[in-house]
């Protein structure tokens, strides 16, 4: 009985052995999914440097009243460009006009007081050689003529005088450009000694674009171009685009053609000016832009296409691929954007292979199947 039991339990252990080993298989790991590389290397790459700016008037001109009176009328429509002496106001110029007159009389009155010290002094001259008059009474005779002269120099400065404040009744353009909103209307009062604003003209073409770079990136760009990492290029060369508030480029180059020698102390920046041209008047004062500025050309700088570059708040990572074909992630420091590129200033070595095409599938750590880009 014992043996037919032991019998019966061999029997079910090898039909649960037979069971087991027809059961579900384990299925193969999936290949390593293909990606795209390209093999990184160095060249020259342009020094680009992005920075926020603001637009300037080329020239901008106060007009301020330069003598006293009422505004009659003003002759300009505003807003509009204005030539260079255009007229823009008209002052009441009657009491300019009688104080003209005024200097005009003293300066006859003047002269005639001096023509007849003239031939006072004309006819002592042969009176004193004969001892006829005393010599006393001659040189008085002459001081009488110099007297005279001066005071006809000086009543012709004052006619001057009022015939300048005559003319500066009718007020005009110290500038070609674009003249503002008048700043007074007809009937105001306006004064040469508070010198009242009358209205503003800009030049804007061309025109100006302010902005600054701090002090710590100009000493390594400065220490790059005296190490012959960059290859410095000359002021009046270093070219400067726009790109609008819009996203879109401005469309004319502009230079450079100001650089402060000085840091502000309360930014720890320098000044920077380019000058553009501006024939539409696209660019208007106060407008804010994005100044692109080729500083120079990099030796040994490394460019990668943009979609490679992965960032996020922690900063930007690119996925390479190592000798065991193992995704490997690195951080980088990114550059400027040219082109669709990023130029990347530091944390990719030349014949580092960067994945371009399957990103999504690699995974850092796992192995993948690679094929150079463009095949």
């Not at 006819?123 to 006809?152: C, K, M, N, T």
């Not at 190490?227 to 270093?238: E, F, T, W």
Request: charged share 20%; aromatic share 4%; glycine share 8%.
């Amino acid at each position: 009985m014992e043996r037919s039991n032991g019998n019966v339990i061999r029997l079910a252990v090898a039909l649960a052995l037979a069971t087991a080993g027809c059961g579900p298989k384990t299925p193969p790991a999936p290949p390593p999914p293909d990606v795209s590389v390209i093999s990184v290397a160095e060249g020259d790459v342009p020094m680009v440097v992005i920075l926020p700016a603001r637009v300037q008037a080329y020239r901008t001109a106060e007009v301020r009243a330069r003598v006293d009176g009422i505004v009659q009328r003003r002759v300009y429509a505003e807003g509009t460009d204005v030539s260079a002496g255009s007229p823009l106001f008209r002052i009441d110029p009657a009491q300019n006009r009688a104080a003209y007159a005024s200097a005009v009389a003293s300066l006859r009155r003047a002269q005639a007081a001096a023509t007849n010290a003239g031939q006072v002094a004309k006819r002592y001259q042969p009176l004193v050689r004969e001892q006829a008059i005393s010599g006393q009474e001659y040189d008085a005779a002459v001081s009488q003529l110099r007297q005279g002269e001066a005071d006809v120099a000086s009543a012709r400065a004052a006619v001057d005088r009022a015939k300048l404040d005559l003319n500066y009744t009718t007020v005009t353009a110290p500038i070609a450009g674009r003249a503002g909103r008048a700043q007074v209307t007809e009937g105001a009062l306006v004064s040469a000694s508070s010198a009242t604003l009358m209205t503003t003209i800009e030049q804007l073409n061309p025109i100006y674009v302010n902005f600054s770079q701090s002090s710590s990136d100009l000493l390594a760009l400065r220490r790059d171009m005296a190490s012959g990492k960059v290859a410095q290029l000359q002021p009046n060369r270093i070219k400067v685009t726009l790109e609008l508030e819009d996203g879109k480029p401005y469309g004319p180059e502009g230079h450079l053609d100001f650089f402060d020698l000085a840091v502000d102390e309360s930014t720890g920046t320098v000044s920077i000016r380019a000058e553009f041209p501006n024939p539409q008047q696209l660019l208007l004062p106060g407008q804010f832009v994005r100044a692109r500025i080729e500083a120079g050309m990099r030796h040994g700088g490394i460019v990668v296409p943009q979609r490679t570059v992965q960032v996020s708040t922690d900063g930007a990572t690119v996925l390479t691929v190592d000798s065991r074909n193992i995704v490997v992630p690195k951080q980088v420091k990114l550059g400027a954007m040219q082109n669709g590129s990023w130029v990347i200033a530091s944390g990719l070595k030349p014949g580092d292979r960067v994945i371009v095409e399957g990103l999504q599938k690699a995974r850092p750590g796992s192995p993948v199947h690679v094929t150079p880009a463009g095949r």
